[in-house]
């Protein structure tokens, strides 16, 4: 069992940065694939960057790729998204989720949520 909580969401303006903090709760964070997804109002939920056990390999949406940054601490139990560059259409409830399969850019894969951070980007 894996206890995710998000920190780190805010109000900014567009071409702000944010970062936001993931907490792992358990001894085995290292072991799972660490991904961070967002969901607007009214739409569905989608992939934002996801990294390997290890740290090793990252992936990103096409629409954050060059601006956002996944990065983990393993012996602080905790993920990491930088976000750069902000724009309005960054905004959403961003969520931390854990996959025991690793990293993935499906929703399905992950096993584990956290109830999410609010980030909201005035243009």
């Known amino acids: 069992q894996v206890q995710l909580v998000e920190s780190g969401g805010g109000l900014v303006q567009a071409g702000a940065s944010l970062r936001l903090s993931c907490a792992a709760s358990?001894?085995?964070?290292?072991?799972?694939?660490m991904g961070w997804f967002r969901q607007a109002p009214g739409k569905e939920r989608e992939f934002v960057a996801s990294i390997r056990r290890s740290g090793g390999r990252t992936y990103y949406a096409d629409s954050v790729k060059g601006r956002f940054t996944i990065s983990r601490d393993n012996a602080k139990n905790t993920v990491y998204l930088q976000m750069n560059s902000l724009k309005s259409e960054d905004t959403a409830v961003y969520y931390c989720?854990?996959?025991?399969?690793?990293?993935?850019?499906?929703?399905?894969?992950?096993?584990?949520w956290g109830q999410g951070t609010q980030v909201t980007v005035s243009s």
């Open positions: 989720a854990a996959s025991i399969g690793d990293a993935s850019g499906r929703s399905r894969d992950y096993n584990y």
């Open positions: 358990g001894r085995t964070f290292s072991s799972y694939g």
